[in-house]
């Protein structure tokens, strides 16, 4: 039976300017498509435990079942995790990303596995924060050359946490060589590249999960 994760962040304060964490409606809408297409969904976070939660909305009816029918309280870290037992990764975004994905060991190690061995890895808003970090066996960005989608500089100056965030997204993404595209703020855009599938912001999350199920089903 395919398998796919679902990464998290651990990182709950937003620079200091309000709490932050894994964005509720990234991980619970690709739960939803991935559990409807007949898949089984994991979570994993980086430190492991009951991750912050951030943009709960429960009048949205998937998030709403989400956090009725998944329990995160004991989430196992990345590295307790055997890459060979999954299909496909998509790491969930929410700014607490920004300051754990590219720095966490287990992380890369468990994406790098899982890439280099055939599965899919896809990630959603600042769920690239994940790729800022993550290189090939052969010391390679994943991300060089390839074609990708995140969450906009544009975005970030629209939300108006330019000088909050660690680092902008897109921009250290282009610096590892990824060539990226952007829609409108706010509006969604999913690109595929091979086993790599990107989305640029929440609007994005149904889109990003609907190409990790096409891909898979190639």
């Known amino acids: 039976m395919t398998k796919i994760l679902i990464g998290l962040t651990s990182h709950g304060d937003l620079g200091g300017v309000r709490s932050t964490g894994y964005y509720l409606p990234e991980a619970a809408h690709p739960w939803r498509v991935f559990t409807d297409a007949g898949y089984t969904v994991e979570f994993a976070s980086v430190a492991g435990g009951e991750p912050p939660v951030d943009g709960v909305d429960l009048s949205d009816q998937v998030q709403k079942d989400f956090t009725e029918q998944v329990s995160l309280k004991e989430t196992p870290r990345f590295g307790d995790l055997d890459p060979s037992g999954y299909d496909a990764v998509l790491f969930a975004g929410g700014h607490g990303a920004m300051w754990d994905f ?27 924060a994940a790729l800022a970090g993550l290189t090939l066996s052969d010391g390679t960005p994943l991300v060089a050359g390839r074609r990708i989608a995140a969450f906009t500089d544009s975005e970030e100056s629209a939300a108006g946490l330019t000088e909050v965030v660690p680092f902008l997204l897109q921009s250290r993404l282009e610096e590892l060589g990824a060539k990226h595209s952007g829609a409108a703020d706010w509006q ?31």
């Not at 590249?193 to 199920?213: C, I």
């Open 102 to 128: 590219p720095s966490d060991p287990g992380l890369a190690a468990f994406a790098r596995e899982l890439y280099e061995r055939g599965g899919v890895v896809a990630a959603v808003c600042h769920g690239p």
């Open 188 to 218: 969604p855009h999913v690109v595929t590249d091979g086993r790599l599938v990107t989305g640029q912001n929440p609007a994005s999350s149904t889109g990003v999960a609907e190409a990790v199920v096409a891909v898979l089903k190639k």
